[in-house]
Every structure is written in structure tokens, then in C-alpha cells.
């Protein structure tokens, strides 16, 4: 079982503040699953302006997370990764939101693989906020080199 603390996800993804949407992982199995966590403070600057009197984080944001945590399984699972290589977002089928995401709510990501056909991933993801489903979508990515 892989954990990864926040500097092992900085050696793999891209994003940097305030982009980086994932805090920690605590279980991956390669090329099987990932839970991670993203720990939403009002401190967030989309918050200024969604909503001023009622601060809830945007579905795209949730979906931008969920697919960092598939980035990370996907990268973590590819035995020929390279430094000059990239996991790029290919598509998104029946994402659903199902419950407002605040300040102070933790993030619980779960990534699944569904298939995998070379370089090209589905997996299923879910946003939880405890034990409540906050959103779902089905995720699709490539791995590919960053000059490609």
C-alpha cells in the first residue's frame, strides 16, 4: 500500500497553488485504486466570489480534484513514468453533484480503475464528505510525453 505526503505529490503533478487540489494520499494500490484528501478552508480564494454570503465550492473545482487524485494513481501505477511525461485530462461522463461542499469539510477522493488500454485510463471517481457522496464522475486520461 502507497501513501504519499504532500511533497511526494508535488514530484508528480503539475499544479501549484492555488490549483493543487490534493492534500495527501492515504491508500493506493497500483493500478487498482486511490483515497486521498483535500482539506477545504474558507481561506480558498474562489471563496471570494462563490458565494460572499454563502462560500460553496464550485462542482468544477470537486471534478478538478478528482481528477488530480486519477493523475496521481495513474502516474503512480506507470512503470516507464519520466519526468517529461504528463497525465492529460481526455474526458468526462455522467458527473453528478449531489450535496454543497463548505468551508471546514474534508474532501475524502476516491479514484478506481475501470480500464486501462496503454495509455489511455477510465476510471470511476467519488468526492465524499464522510460517509455522505458529494459527487461522482466517470474520468478519462492519457499519459503522454509533455513535448508530444
Do not use: C
Not at 487524485?69 to 455522467?94: H, P, T, W
Not at 470511476?124 to 457522496?133: K, P, R
Request: charged residues 25%; aromatic residues 8%.
Amino acid at each position: 500500500m502507497v501513501q504519499l505526503d504532500i511533497h511526494e505529490i508535488l514530484k508528480r503533478l503539475p499544479h501549484r497553488y492555488p490549483f493543487l487540489l490534493v492534500d495527501r494520499v492515504e491508500e493506493l494500490q497500483p493500478n487498482h485504486y486511490l483515497r486521498a484528501l483535500k482539506n477545504v478552508s474558507i481561506n480558498e480564494p474562489y471563496f471570494q466570489g462563490h458565494f460572499p454570503d454563502f462560500p460553496v465550492m464550485p462542482g468544477v473545482l470537486i471534478v478538478e480534484a478528482l481528477a488530480q487524485a486519477a493523475a496521481l494513481l495513474a502516474f503512480v501505477s506507470e512503470e516507464k513514468y519520466g519526468e517529461n511525461e504528463a497525465v492529460y485530462f481526455a474526458g468526462i461522463d455522467k458527473a453528478r453533484f449531489r450535496k454543497p461542499v463548505v468551508p471546514g469539510d474534508q474532501l475524502i477522493l476516491l479514484a478506481e480503475v475501470s480500464r486501462r488500454r496503454g495509455g489511455m485510463w477510465q476510471m470511476q471517481t467519488t468526492a465524499h464528505v464522510g460517509d455522505t457522496l458529494v459527487a461522482s464522475a466517470m474520468l478519462m486520461a492519457t499519459l503522454r510525453e509533455r513535448d508530444a
